[in-house]
């Protein structure tokens, strides 16, 4: 089955500074991988998500980039706020809708004053 | 607005005593639903694929007769832990998968319900 690895486990930068969270997944039929953010006692929320058709997808401050052949995805957050910090997770799936979503281990964010 | 709901949000249980949690898919008939737990600190990890009018389809290593699931209408599933004990406390979220267009890859996750077994 799918084994999906998340790096760092935790990670503080500055306000305003930039953050990085990388994935790798194992299952080459996975198409669709998901960034969700999750906030203490709270369900996971979606912030982004790519498909495996497309190399890069931005929104606003946030970016996901998918590199299929090495199996790599990246999460990078550009002028990180307080509102940031939080857990992220990446996952990945072989879609589409009812497929299940394997779930990386997490990066816990903190934004430093 | 909340696309998915839980009920309860929390629940407190004595061991050895059965604990109700619902899923509830409010914009959407879903045919599938899935069933995750997140121990304090840790990922989510799949439980079970809930599937509207068949038996549910547990992950390895889950006891599929102490997690009972009912998929019991197009929005509705339910998950019972039976015979609950402490190392069950934990917290339990669903997801569904949105509509019927094959073209949507997005799940929705519920709040979650945070279950604690004394």
């Known amino acids: 089955g799918e084994n999906v690895e998340q790096h760092p486990s935790t990670l503080s930068v500055q306000e305003g500074d930039s953050a990085v969270i990388k994935c790798t997944y194992s299952?080459?039929?996975?198409?669709?991988f998901p960034w969700y953010k999750q906030e203490l006692g709270k369900g996971p929320q979606l912030i982004i998500d790519?498909?495996?058709?497309?190399g890069e997808k931005k929104d606003q401050r946030i970016a996901v980039t998918l590199n299929k052949t090495a199996k790599h995805f990246s999460l990078h957050i550009t002028e990180t706020q307080p509102e940031d910090s939080a857990v992220y997770f990446c996952?990945?799936?072989?879609?589409?809708?009812?497929?299940?979503?394997?779930f990386g281990k997490g990066t816990r964010l903190h934004i430093l004053p | 607005g909340a696309v998915v709901s839980q009920h309860p949000s929390w629940v407190i249980c004595k061991s050895g005593t059965s604990v109700k949690i619902e899923c509830r898919s409010l914009?959407?008939?879903?045919?599938?639903m899935f069933w995750y737990r997140q121990f304090p600190k840790q990922s989510l990890m799949l439980m079970a694929t809930?599937?509207?009018?068949?038996?549910?389809?547990?992950e390895q290593g889950v006891e599929k007769d102490k997690f009972l699931i009912n998929h019991a209408s197009l929005t509705l599933s339910t998950l019972t832990v039976t015979s609950a004990h402490p190392e069950d406390s934990s917290f339990y979220i669903c997801?569904?998968?949105?509509?019927?267009?094959?073209?949507?890859?997005?799940?929705?996750f519920g709040p979650g319900t945070r279950l604690t077994v004394t």
């Open positions: 790519i498909r495996s058709n497309v």
């Open positions: 809930s599937n509207e009018g068949s038996k549910a389809t547990y």
């Open positions: 914009d959407f008939q879903a045919t599938t």
């Open positions: 997801s569904v998968p949105p509509g019927l267009a094959e073209s949507s890859y997005e799940q929705y």
């Open positions: 996952a990945a799936s072989s879609g589409p809708r009812d497929d299940k979503i394997i």
């Open positions: 299952d080459s039929a996975s198409n669709y």
